[in-house]
């Protein structure tokens, strides 16, 4: 097992980076759109369909460290938890269905947990840039930082980490619903075809229709995470929640729900197929 390790690690962290840069570097302009039409400055004020590559580089950044961390964590994790439970079901005979399920959801909620330390710094600097607050994402970085005197290292700190909290009450729910499916769907796949594996274009499928749900059902909370980054002054999450309310009504929690849904399908076509690529050519390499 520990021989194994190492190219396990290897495998998961290379193939994270690359389906990281793939994704966010193919559907950026989706996701500049989105930021904008959920912005409380409106969508033509904070840039409409000009500029629609502003704030690349923090995603290029961050997109490689973010997926590696996220899928580093996620495997060992997945692995860690079936070799628990293979070991129960040889000592205590079957186990219930929904072990795996709720392993599959326990290790992606690590996964974005470990991964939102590199996303939430990135999409900090990256929506404000997107949304017009500032003309690149240098120079976002560089008002954030200019901070510094009158707020101290602290207050950059949680300037850079703003959102933190929501942006995980986002991920975890959209991770918990997007890859037990995506599992299943594999899992389903390879009993019906009596493969041990399955290809990349079957990975970008399930991938996709997983992705599309999770992306329709948390839509509040990314509406929620967008208005919090881009607020001028921090706001807590329950006043900024009851603001929103009253301003605009229960009809903004889905606001850019058509861009993030098909943001997010094809994103999870190209993430999670560019991910079963890069494994499946890793892994006959090994």
Not at 51 to 72: H, M, Q
Not at 183 to 199: A, F, P, V, W
Not at 256 to 275: E, N, Q
Request: aromatic share 10%.
């Amino acid at each position: 097992m520990s021989s194994q390790a190492p190219t396990a690690f290897s495998t998961a962290l290379l193939s994270g980076a690359l389906a990281g840069t793939t994704v966010d570097l193919s559907l950026y302009p989706l996701d500049t759109l989105k930021t904008r039409l959920q912005s409380s400055s409106g969508f033509l004020t904070s840039g409409g369909f000009t500029g629609i590559y502003r704030g690349v580089g923090s995603a290029i950044i961050g997109s490689a460290p973010g997926a590696a961390l996220f899928f580093c964590t996620y495997e060992y994790a997945k692995d860690f938890l079936s070799a628990r439970r293979k070991a129960k079901e040889l000592t205590e005979g079957q186990v219930s269905e929904w072990t795996a399920p709720i392993e599959h959801m326990l290790a992606a909620s690590l996964g974005e947990v470990a991964a939102c330390a590199v996303r939430v710094p990135t999409e900090v600097v990256k929506q404000r840039a997107q949304a017009g607050m500032h003309a690149s994402s240098m120079l976002t970085l560089k008002a954030i930082l200019g901070q510094y005197r009158a707020i101290g290292v602290s207050g950059v700190w949680m300037e850079v980490y703003r959102g933190w909290s929501v942006t995980i009450m986002r991920e975890v729910p959209f991770t918990v619903i997007q890859f037990p499916l995506w599992e299943s769907m594999k899992e389903y796949r390879r009993r019906t075809s009596g493969k041990d594996g399955i290809s990349a274009f079957e990975s970008a499928l399930f991938g996709s229709a997983s992705g599309a749900i999770a992306a329709g059902v948390t839509t509040p909370l990314d509406v929620l995470k967008t208005r919090m980054m881009l607020a001028k002054e921090k706001k807590a999450m329950i006043p900024l929640l009851k603001d929103i309310m009253a301003t605009s009504g229960p009809r903004a929690f889905f606001a850019g729900i058509g861009p993030r849904v098909l943001w997010i399908s094809a994103g999870g076509a190209i993430f999670l197929g560019s991910y079963q690529w890069a494994y499946n050519r890793l892994s006959v390499e090994e």
